[in-house]
Nanobody, 125 residues
Framework: QVQLVESGGGLVQAGGSLRLSCAASGFSFSSSRMGWFRQAPGQAREFVAATRWNTGITYYADSVKGRSTIFRDSAKNTVYLQMSSLKPEDTAVYYC??????????????????WGQGTQVTVSS
């Protein structure tokens, strides 16, 4: 049974930092692609960042590039999203997702097979 469990969200002031975690289980990580997406109220879900588990290659949305780092700890089967210089517009529910086929576009949410329950990030001005 595939499980993705996010944690680490919370309330932070603008300019602050947060580290989100996604503990994964129930599938073969080595060939997967792990992504972070976010959805603000009234808006569509958008891509934030992704990484190939076996190579560590990373991808970022322009909106977070230079302010965020995605990385994985293979020993803990966990993917992290370290965010800094947070802005109020970063406020959203952040979702971890796993793409087991690694076939389509990395920033397309429809390419991901499994999703976590989400963790709220709120950035106050």
């Amino acid at each position: 049974q595939v499980q993705l469990v996010e944690s680490g969200g919370g309330l932070v002031q603008a300019g602050g930092s947060l580290r989100l975690s996604c503990a994964a289980s129930g599938f073969s990580f080595s060939s997967s692609r792990m992504g972070w997406f976010r959805q603000a109220p009234g808006q569509a879900r958008e891509f934030v960042a992704a990484t190939r588990w076996n190579t560590g290659i990373t991808y970022y949305a322009d909106s977070v590039k230079g302010r965020s780092t995605i990385f994985r700890d293979s020993a803990k089967n966990t993917v992290y999203l370290q965010m800094s210089s947070l802005k109020p517009e970063d406020t959203a529910v952040y979702y971890c997702a796993a793409d087991l086929r690694v076939f389509g576009r990395v920033n397309q949410d429809s390419e991901y097979d499994y999703w976590g329950q989400g963790t709220q990030v709120t950035v106050s001005s």
